[in-house]
């Protein structure tokens, strides 16, 4: 069995992974706000990340608090309707995690390369 | 502002994005023991993810509830050791998951592409 060396310590502990974009609802809805540059409103984002209005107003509430996404609320048609963006910081912070997804992919590559020369799982990055 | 059509509902929910696999600390685990598969003792894996003791057994606990992971004690010249290791099913998930975090980064970077055709961020999948 391959003994770690002590220079491998913390090479998967993966610090990169804000808790607050790492979570499953929260990464689909950055995901949909960073396809939509001008915005989303609110029933569309639900629809989108298939969450009920509840769900999708506590996650919304965590990235607002965090300066990640801005909401805008405004009358369209006399009609109330909430807006949500990406924040400059938001954009920022969602690249700096996206680099560390990958590089959790390019380990994962590395270990399926080395343990199964002859493997054709198919999930390799392209 | 573009607008969802309806066949964009859920587009953006990930549902692939197994809860026990996505949480910060058992996704660095399981990439450990991806590159391992003669298993990992206890000691060496707990630097890799840079966990205590205490979180290293409760993530654990989680892995090996859900058929993940396998745990073997043993006495290595007498002394108690505890070895980790993915089982084929934890393999299996794992790869599913992963290629459910590859389309969280295709669909970012077809964003990327589509909102700023001259961007030069440098996270582009390889």
């Known amino acids: 069995m391959a003994k770690s060396t002590p220079e491998d310590a913390g090479k998967f502990a993966y610090d990169g992974l804000?808790?607050?974009l790492h979570e499953k609802a929260r990464l689909g809805i950055m995901t949909s706000l960073v396809t939509r540059p001008d915005g989303i409103v609110f029933g569309d984002l639900k629809a989108l990340c298939?969450?009920?209005d509840g769900n999708l107003s506590r996650h919304l509430d965590v990235l607002t608090k965090?300066?990640?996404v801005k909401i805008h609320?405004?009358?369209v048609a006399n009609r109330p309707q909430t807006t949500?963006?990406?924040s400059p910081l938001g954009r920022k912070r969602f690249r700096e995690y996206l680099s560390q997804l990958e590089q959790v992919l390019r380990d994962a590559q590395a270990a399926e390369i080395a343990t199964s020369p002859n493997s054709s799982t198919g999930w390799a990055p392209a």
Chains 1, 2 share one sequence.
């Open 18 to 20: 804000d808790r607050a």
């Open 73 to 75: 609320k405004a009358f």
């Open 84 to 86: 949500c963006r990406l």
């Open 66 to 68: 965090e300066g990640l």
């Open 50 to 52: 298939n969450l009920t």
